[in-house]
């Protein structure tokens, strides 16, 4: 059973940082890319980034380059998002999502796999 739980959500400051993870089992880690997407209330999901976990290539959204770093740990099947000088406006729900063979894309749709969410708050 093909399973994602993302951690490490919360309550911060604005400038503040968090860092969230994405533990995935039930497939073959090295043959997927792993994203990350938000979604605010009353908006649509929005790709964050994205890694390729067989080679490493990172992806990311223009409204967070040079704030957030995507990481892959193969051998603990997990993937992180380093979320540094945070805003209100990154508040969202937070899910990674898995594709299998696919590199660089942002889209939710083109995901298979989604975990429950994690929430972000960022307060002003």
């Known amino acids: 059973e093909v399973q994602l739980v993302e951690s490490g959500g919360g309550l911060v400051q604005a400038g503040g940082s968090l860092r969230l993870s994405c533990a995935a089992s039930?497939?073959?880690?090295?043959?997927?890319?792993i994203g990350w997407f938000r979604q605010a209330p009353g908006k649509e999901r929005e790709g964050v980034s994205c890694i390729s976990s067989s080679d490493g290539r990172k992806y990311y959204a223009d409204s967070v380059k040079g704030r957030f770093t995507i990481s892959s740990d193969n051998a603990k099947n997990t993937v992180y998002l380093q979320m540094n000088s945070l805003k209100p406006e990154d508040t969202a729900v937070y899910y990674c999502?898995?594709?299998?063979?696919?590199?660089?894309?942002?889209?939710?749709?083109?995901?298979?796999?989604w975990g429950q969410g994690t929430q972000v708050t960022v307060s002003s």
């Open positions: 999502a898995a594709v299998k063979f696919l590199v660089g894309v942002l889209r939710a749709t083109e995901y298979d796999y």
């Open positions: 039930g497939f073959t880690f090295d043959d997927y890319a």
